[in-house]
Nanobody
């Protein structure tokens, strides 16, 4: 089972990016599992960004991205998205998508599968 994240890049402050994360590899769907996005900068721990429950009924964001980022999912495509608007320099990080072992979680310890990460660089 693999998660493939994409959509990162170099943008200027105020710009937008849309990250995608596709689960593939076996005949299994992720429709019963929570999914989320975390980010990490060198020298720091991976931090929570956003999470969405199996059916999209529960969504949570870290305070610093509220009002700017939107997480969504398409269970038919085994894909989770992160729409990032009004990007700031402090959003610069490697963004990782993950699948939780439960129906929803904002705790990285609950995530069993991670993508390879996609780099987002925001310049001033």
């Amino acid at each position: 089972v693999q998660l493939q994240a994409s959509g990162g890049g170099l943008v200027q402050a105020g710009d937008s990016l849309r990250l995608s994360c596709v689960a593939s590899g076996r005949a299994r769907t992720w429709s019963n599992n929570g999914m989320g996005w975390f980010r990490q900068v060198p020298g720091k721990e991976r931090e929570f960004v956003a999470a969405i429950s199996w059916n999209g009924g529960i969504i949570q964001y870290t305070d610093s991205v509220k009002g700017r980022f939107t997480i969504s999912r398409d269970n038919g495509k085994n894909t989770v998205y992160l729409q990032m608007n009004s990007l700031k320099e402090e959003d610069t990080a490697v963004y990782f998508c993950g699948v939780s072992r439960s129906a929803y979680s904002a705790n990285s310890a609950s995530y069993t599968t991670w993508g390879q990460g996609t780099l987002v660089t925001v310049s001033s």
